[in-house]
Structures are given as C-alpha cells and as structure tokens.
C-alpha cells in the first residue's frame, strides 16, 4: 500500500496550488482521506479531511481557501488550496483510514512567499 503525493511548490502569497495523492496497493474507496501538514517546530495538524460520501471538514484556518475532493475511480485525493498565506508554508502530507489502520504519504513541501 502506497501514498502518492505531489503538487507542491513554492507560491507567492495570494496564489494557489493542487496537491494530489494517489492511492496504490488497495482499493481506497471507503477509506477516510485527509491533507495533514507540518509547519517547522509545530506539530502535524489536521487541514481537511474526507468521507467516502464527499463529506467533509477542514480546520478553520483554511476555510473558505481550501477545498478538499476525491475521486474514488482514482483512488486519489486532491486539495486545492486558494489565497495562500506564508502561514500555509509546510509539509503537507495525505493520510487515509482503512478499517482502523492508517497510511501516511511521504509529504510535499509547500512554501509561500511573501
């Protein structure tokens, strides 16, 4: 079982990024699936999160920016995040929950500018 991400990068505040994750190994489509990231010496938060049924939540920090979504085909998770902050400069890594076990990918460095 795999976690595939990718999508970031370095942006200037006020722009936007997708980050993608695809699932590889076993099928993901009632899995649970989540954006977590880590900012340098803070610990790993929770950004948005996923149901099987589209249903969503995201930290407040992100709301009405970023936008979490799925395509259970694919077995892949995007974020799309809009109107970036340099506050929103970490790791941002994919998670998935399979019958109680958990999966992490390896993380994607996001970095934004001012």
């Known amino acids: 079982v795999q976690l595939q991400a990718c999508g970031g990068g370095l942006v200037q505040a006020g722009g936007s990024l997708r980050l993608s994750c695809a699932a590889s190994?076993?099928?993901?489509?009632?899995?649970?699936m989540a954006w977590y990231r880590q900012a340098p010496g803070k610990q790993r938060e929770l950004v948005a999160r996923i149901t099987s049924g589209h249903s969503t939540i995201y930290t407040d920090s992100v709301k009405g920016r970023f936008t979490i979504s799925r395509d259970n085909t694919e077995n892949t998770v995007y974020l799309q995040m809009n109107s970036l902050k340099t506050e929103d400069t970490a790791v941002y890594y994919c998670?998935?929950?399979?019958?109680?076990?958990?999966?992490w990918g390896q993380g994607t460095q996001v970095t934004v500018s001012s």
């Open positions: 190994g076993s099928d993901f489509s009632f899995a649970v």
């Open positions: 998670n998935a929950v399979k019958y109680q076990t958990a999966y």
